[in-house]
């Protein structure tokens, strides 16, 4: 899937250093389209907002931390409803996909997109694509309204399926356009928003008419620019059951060791919060963070430790940690159909390897219980956090479409909702920055050793960026930070 001919960045630059990464709209390629009154301020339910609609200059700072001499900074487009609209309602018909892996809250995004058309700009056509990309040109579709979605949201998974890879932009643009479908939404991750930026582009191209929103799932929070991707409140919640359970079984006996692999690629994001959240973890093992097994200030003397101390141990580790310690004849070369690499059971190595390092050293008799609750945790409903999390998502996508914003994903950005470049979201991934405060705020909750040398720690700082302690002149929309705080 190569991106070609893609669009150069729309960057608008002020007074103060005040830079705006805007998103494409159709007036960037189409002439004189026609513009309509926006429907929703005749909506009753709009009726006591004192202010129905988004100043067109709204912009949204990627970063609140300022010096008072500093530049003003990156900025995206607010999102939320315009005074005009480029759609009149009658004429949208709309679809909905969802693409890669399970996650928390894609029911709960369809259904508000749905909804959304229909109770707020009078939308009656909106199309689900069934499984992933490979259903536009499958020709596999179900027609949605309020009815059909009203209790979706209760429910774990997608009701219109999902599939990884499948995209073929030639076939997926021609559906569009055989169809006669004007919006298309697209929730999924990385891959398939890189995906939605083709779609995008090769519209684009052909010069129609059709607005592009994107809508980013990762489980794993590694989304870069946003604050966070939906369903992640969720998979912390629920990742705190399975390291409840391997607590109680670890320290019910003698010598007890509890090992929970949660999800987590890349990005530790997960096991982190879920660290934070439990206090009942010693030692919490992410990809971010190499560690090693063997020898002084290693994994197994911290765990023989921790055991003389309290008798039990709890280990969360990250389905991505540790692979660079497999042996090289064991390591995956394959991928998966997204593109990415498949992982070893880092959790059952980790577990087999503490069990024959014990039994080798005849010291200690240990006992230990493994637990993986990565697949129930991805099929769970969403919570109520996410679950307005996913209606604001939703619902912002509907009103960027409906304004003639196109190319664009939605997120949240220092709490508010924005327009970003398909281009910023795929660009990389957003990591655990193990040199930042919040893992630091780990470190001194578990009490476990960092496991880093002094040149990982060189090397992190570089990755980093934010610094170890707040600046006298750091100040945040005007007011000084706390340093009592030390956010």
């Known amino acids: 899937m190569g991106i070609s001919g893609v669009s150069k960045a729309k960057i608008v630059r002020g007074d103060c250093g005040y830079v705006l990464e805007d998103v494409p709209h159709f007036s960037d390629y189409i002439r004189d389209l026609p513009n309509y009154p926006n429907p929703l301020q005749d909506n009753p339910a ?50 909905i996909v969802t693409c890669g892996g399970l996650c928390p809250g894609l029911n709960t995004v369809i259904r508000e997109i749905v909804c959304g058309l229909y109770h707020m700009y009078g939308v009656k056509k909106v199309l689900g694509i069934e499984g992933g990309y490979k259903g536009f040109y499958s020709r596999n579709t179900v027609l949605l309204n309020p009815k059909v979605v ?17 995209h073929d932009t030639t076939k997926i643009v021609d559906s569009i356009q055989d169809r006669g479908i004007n919006q298309v939404y697209i929730i999924g991750g990385d891959g398939t928003q890189k995906g939605a930026a083709v779609i995008f582009e090769e519209i684009k191209r052909r010069g129609l008419k059709v607005a592009v929103a994107g809508i980013p799932k990762t489980i794993d929070n590694d989304i870069p620019v946003t604050d966070r991707s939906f369903g992640f409140d969720t998979a912390v919640e629920e990742a705190q059951r399975a390291i409840n359970a391997a607590h109680v079984e670890a320290e019910s006996v003698e010598n007890g060791i509890g090992v929970v692999k949660l999800m987590g690629r890349y990005s530790g994001f997960i096991a982190m919060h879920a660290t934070l959240a ?9 990809p971010e963070s190499p560690f090693y097994l063997e020898g002084a200030g290693g994994l197994f003397e911290f765990i023989e430790k921790r055991l003389k101390e309290n008798g039990h141990m709890v280990i969360v580790i990250a389905e991505g940690a540790g692979q660079d310690l497999f042996s090289e004849s064991i390591h995956s070369v394959d991928k998966d159909a997204s593109g990415n690499r498949l992982l070893q059971d880092v959790g059952l190595w980790l577990s087999q390897k503490i069990k024959e390092h014990f039994a080798k050293k005849n010291k200690m008799d240990i006992t230990l219980k493994y637990i993986d609750p990565t697949y129930m945790i ?15 998502l939703a619902q912002s996508a509907v009103h960027g479409a409906m304004a003639g914003y196109t190319g664009f994903t939605v997120g949240l950005v220092n709490g508010r909702h924005s327009y970003i470049p398909f281009y910023r979201i795929t660009e990389k991934q957003n990591k655990v920055v193990i040199t ?16 880093l040398s002094p040149k990982d720690i060189i090397e992190d700082k570089k990755e980093g960026s934010s610094p170890a302690l707040v600046d006298d002149h750091d100040t945040v929309d005007g007011y000084l930070v706390n340093k009592e705080i030390n956010y």
Request: proline letters at 4%; charged letters at 25%.
């Open 436 to 451: 930042d405060r919040m893992w630091a705020r780990l470190l001194s909750s578990t009490n476990q050793p960092s496991f």
């Open 278 to 286: 439990s206090r009942d973890v010693d030692c919490c093992l992410i």
């Open 378 to 392: 991805r099929a769970v409903p969403s919570n109520a956090s996410d679950n307005v999390y996913c209606t604001l």
């Open 46 to 95: 709009y009726s006591v907002v004192k202010q129905y609609f988004v100043d067109l200059d709204d912009t949204v700072a990627q970063k609140v931390i300022a010096h008072k001499n500093g530049p003003r900074g990156l900025h995206f487009r607010r999102a939320g409803p315009r005074q005009k609209v480029y759609f009149e309602s009658d004429d949208v018909h709309a679809c």
């Open 150 to 166: 009203n209790d979706i949201h209760k429910r774990g998974g997608t009701i219109l399926g999902t599939s990884r890879g499948g």
